[in-house]
């Protein structure tokens, strides 16, 4: 008996698309990041470009899990509503098609800035030859069953990879082969009660897998950042647990970044808490007191900041 594919429902494909998402094959997706827009213009760049030197307008910002995912962050700009919390116990798409189809559809999205008054033909055409996948976008990308052969086909095409996941994953993570360029997991909360408050999981298990994860983290010989998205009222709280969390994990970096009041955050938190960068740099620094941990870097419009034991010299790309 063959199994059906892992597909995307035509009414959320529809609602996908008409948010700019380009969806490849059954179940993954593309949609360009602003920055990648902003950056073609020479109207400024992302912050991971200001933080790790990726180009903003080389950045394919995709995800091979669309809507599968096992939380619903209250401070995530997708629609929860939308997402399957079931594992892709389905057909899945050959990596090699799905980056094929990824890197169409971006050059798709682009088409329309070669004419543009604004952009260098130099940059445009840089912008066709993607240098660097964001395996984030959408869904909880660790749940695409061939993870390892898609970053191998990324890394085969001499793309460096920023894989994004939730942390609850840790059996996935152990066995990553290729391990990604670098390595990004999203530190929700600092204690189980105020993590079941802000990501409203679908696994009862959730929180300790996340404690796997950090638990594994050392063992993983790549780049990695803890990251946060701070929501007031809900985990913008106990600065000195993340900084032992962090701690902890051994990552290189910790990224200390404000929730945005975009998409279908606007639908659940009120656009007047979001937290300006005053509030996310004090919030650094409350993590960094009594320590030898650093504040590295910032970026202001972005409301982020990068915390580091050092300010190493090859955190450039």
Known sequence: MTRDYCEIPKKIKSKLEKQQYRIAGHHSAVKTCVWLKHSLKGEGVCYKSKFYGINSHRCLQCTPATIWCNLKCVFCWRSASWYNKERMNCMVDDPSEIVDELI??????????????????EKYEEAFESKHAAISLSGEPTFYPRINELIEEFHSREMTTFLVTNGTTPEV??????????????????????????????????????KETIDLLPSLKTRKVLRLTLVPEYNMIKPE????WYLKSEAQFLEVKGFMSVGDARQRLPYDIMPRFPKIYDFSLQIIEDT??????????????????EDYSWRYL
């Open 104 to 121: 169409d559809q971006q050059r798709r999205l682009i088409a329309g800035y070669k004419a543009h008054l604004t952009v260098p033909e």
């Open 173 to 210: 993570l152990e066995k990553l082969d290729p391990l990604p360029t670098q390595l990004y997991v999203t530190m929700i909360a600092p204690t189980e009660e105020s993590f079941e408050k802000t990501a409203r999981p679908s696994d009862k298990n959730a929180w300790e897998k996340i």
């Open 292 to 309: 030898d941990l650093k504040l590295i870097d910032e970026k202001e419009d972005s409301a982020v900041t990068l915390i580091a034991k």
């Open 241 to 244: 647990l993340y900084r032992d």
